[in-house]
């Protein structure tokens, strides 16, 4: 019997050396926030529509595709292609991070491919290997959308996460940011940020904004029924 996992906090001893063999980037589920995926998309100079359609599953914006072979789309010859700004889940490889109902968090460690060539080790800490990962944008973006996530449900039973993807009618998938964006920016007159984080709090807003819309139009259809 498997034993269960250590539940670490950012305090407990944890260290990791990756060698760059590649085996974590096969067969994985990588998901993705509309944060990751702007990332994403400014890494290739796309629209985050548009990387939705080249790249994820389904062209939803919500996973990585997989090559047939089973491979991340974009692991390359040299490695992964667009590294500098990884996914969340590959920045903590081989950790996974867990939000409890209570809003606090811990990490576990994953069982890693059995011929990685990383190496598990006791040096430094959790934070340390956060910190060395770059992953502190990556977890305050996840916790701002599962916050909103939370919030929606609560206010609306997640009925707006029906909304399909950008389409001739000109209706916006509220998980594409250049396009929630964009067309509130065209609406208001307001000059769209350039900036990854002011755009990333600015989609947090209006996705906000528009439960509470929705949220005030259901108790007013239900006032006059």
């Not at 109902?101 to 576990?108: F, I, N, Q």
Request: proline share 4%.
């Amino acid at each position: 019997m498997r034993d269960p996992p250590v539940v670490n906090t950012c305090a407990s001893t944890f260290g990791y050396v990756c060698r760059r063999c590649s085996r974590c980037c096969w067969h994985k589920h990588i998901q993705l926030n509309p944060y990751e995926v702007a990332r994403l998309a400014r890494a290739k100079g796309q629209s985050t529509r548009d990387f939705h359609a080249a790249w994820t599953i389904n062209g939803r914006g919500t996973a990585l595709q997989q090559k047939e072979d089973g491979s991340c789309v974009f692991l390359g010859p040299q490695g992964c292609e667009v590294h500098a700004d990884r996914p969340l889940v590959c920045r903590l490889y081989p950790l996974a991070h867990h939000v409890r109902s209570d809003g606090s968090d811990y990490y576990t460690t994953l069982d890693g491919h059995p011929q990685s060539e990383g190496e598990l080790t006791n040096r430094g800490t959790v934070a340390d290997y956060l910190a060395a990962q770059g992953a502190t944008p990556f977890l305050d973006a996840a916790d701002g959308y599962f916050r909103w996530l939370c919030y929606a449900y609560e206010r609306l039973g997640l009925t707006l996460l029906a909304s399909e993807p950008q389409d001739d009618s000109g209706d916006v998938d509220l998980m594409d940011v250049d396009g929630v964006i964009a067309r509130h920016c065209a609406a208001t007159g307001d000059a769209e940020p350039t900036d990854l984080e002011d755009r990333l709090q600015l989609h947090l807003q209006l996705l906000y904004n528009i439960v509470d819309a929705e949220d005030e139009h259901a108790k007013r259809s239900s006032e006059t029924d």
